[in-house]
């Protein structure tokens, strides 16, 4: 093996094993899964009883809930790990080398990759059954968009990660963030309100039509994958690593 | 020859100056210890050789290849094991490809008996750990990344008289295998008994000293501590 290769497959490796932990610790937080996984879950399935008739095509009825999950993982998970690491004084103690930022960011962002996917497969094993049966191919299409949807909440996941704000500060904004969404989508489907140009800006409507197909997956995919590299990478160089609350 | 050296080092915050001019050099393989009153501005001293904060004048030259900083924040995640905690760690702390197998066998070269508590600690849930075991465990973990500095900002506090022992017996065999050692204190007698030489940090100023007669006698005391105390209040 080229020597030059060594220092790489060594990063990598550690890259690898930190992404291990930080997903076992994910998975180890019951909370996180009620809240991304079951809770939506159950709300399809109650308003699909709700319905006289299901005469709409699965990724219709369930696009709003794809994004909803994607957009919970991302503000919820990947963004807010970042700020209750820097909160509790972790970053602090250990992530303050430019070397362990960027590993940590790495480990971090396929951490919740790996477990983005797995909560788009959960919700899609959960719900297609009321649809009709299993397809392997519209699975890993719907995995693909809601990855692209996460891809891009977490853009701006990192914008809010990179205030200075305290852990209960960000979980409001998280919170008000998330509601907002949901109004505005709802509002939006039901059309009496009149600033609809403005709710089209929703992200959550913008995600659902990737899922749609209302706007191409692979254009999709690579501009919200460069933008997390690139938000991912601004985040690295200005990494807020003292925790708002320290007299430091 | 100088693995650290600090020249002229001034630092303030806003409008508190901190430290003004402070001198200080640690040569390879040495154990240099750190006295200061809270306050005094030791974490930010480390922070500044650490590369944390920018000194407002003066020069840091760190020419370590590794170093490890324990810093007094230690909240690890309440979800995991300390070992996976420790395996975090040394992840994110050590570029070197250390395995947990390694960094046993060498802590039970240094002390069986360290060994065996560590083991004990490293399979409880970190939820489950008292602060003194979450300390003494971060301690060890740094302790043995193979770092050629290791800054430790008060490693024994809140901890129990045996690991304190142990936690020192840790610093010496590290220093033994060649890591040069900065390390804070409260204790001044612990600082005085084990280090090669000391600083007292205070009044902005960082003063060193060989031994603890020779702090006790240029305070005019008759014990480490009154020492520690009228140099704290001490101002020219």
Redesign the interface.
């Known amino acids: 093996m080229p020597s030059h290769l060594t220092p790489i497959i060594i990063n990598a490796k550690k890259i690898l094993c930190i992404a291990r932990i930080l997903t076992l610790e994910h998975l180890r937080e019951p909370t996180a899964l009620i809240w991304s996984v079951v809770a939506p879950c159950l709300l399809f399935l109650l308003t699909q009883e709700a319905q006289p008739s299901r005469n709409a095509p699965y990724i219709v009825s369930a696009s709003w809930f794809y994004s909803y999950i994607s957009a919970s993982v991302a503000f919820f998970g990947f963004s807010f790990y970042l700020i209750g690491r820097r909160e509790s004084g972790f970053t602090r103690s250990f992530i303050y080398q430019p070397s362990a930022i960027g590993r940590f960011l790495a480990s971090h962002f396929l951490s919740y990759s790996a477990i983005s996917v797995l909560y788009a497969v959960l919700f899609y094993l959960t719900t297609k059954p009321f649809y009709g049966d299993y397809r392997i191919t519209e699975c890993a299409y719907l995995a693909a968009c809601f990855y692209t949807s996460f891809l891009f909440f977490s853009c701006i996941g990192l914008v809010v990660a990179a205030l200075p704000i305290k852990f209960n500060t960000a979980s409001t904004l998280f919170s008000i963030l998330s509601y907002m969404m949901l109004l505005s989508g709802y509002l939006s489907t039901i059309q009496v309100y009149p600033a609809h140009n403005v709710l089209a800006l929703n992200p959550l409507q913008l995600s659902s039509k990737i899922f749609n197909n209302e706007i191409p997956l692979p254009a999709a995919f690579c501009i919200a994958f460069a933008a997390l590299l690139t938000g991912l990478y601004i985040t690295g160089r200005n990494f807020r690593i003292q925790p708002v609350w320290s007299r430091y | 020859m100088n693995l650290l050296n600090l020249t002229d080092l001034s630092f303030s915050y806003e409008n508190l100056p901190l430290m003004n001019n402070v001198v200080l050099n640690l040569e390879a393989g040495e154990l240099i210890g750190i006295l200061g009153s809270n306050g005094a501005g030791k ?2 001293l480390f ?1 500044l050789i ?1 590369k ?2 920018k000194p407002s004048s003066g020069q840091v030259a760190n020419s370590a290849r590794s170093q490890a ?3 007094q ?5 309440p ?2 094991r300390m070992s ?1 905690t420790g ?3 040394r ?3 050590s ?1 070197a ?1 250390l395995s947990e197998r390694e960094i046993m066998a060498r802590l039970a070269k240094w002390s069986p008996s360290l060994y065996k508590r560590y083991s004990l600690i490293s399979q409880k849930k970190v939820a489950r750990c008292s602060y003194g075991e979450i300390r003494s465990y ?1 301690t060890l973990t740094l302790l043995l990344l193979e770092s050629d500095l290791i800054i430790l900002d008060e490693p024994t506090a809140g901890v129990d008289a045996e690991f304190r022992h142990y936690i020192w017996l840790a610093i010496n065999s590290a220093r033994q295998e060649g890591a040069s050692v900065l390390v804070s204190s409260h204790y001044t007698e612990e600082i005085a008994a084990n280090c090669d030489r000391f600083y007292m940090l205070a009044n902005q100023r960082l003063e060193a000293f060989d031994t603890g007669e020779e702090f006790m006698s240029r305070y005019n005391a008759s014990s480490l501590d009154e020492a520690f105390i009228k140099a704290s209040s001490h101002e020219d």
């Open positions: 974490t930010t922070d650490c944390i904060k900083y324990l810093t924040i230690l909240t690890p995640p979800l995991l996976e395996e975090l760690i992840h994110l702390s570029a490809p971060f």
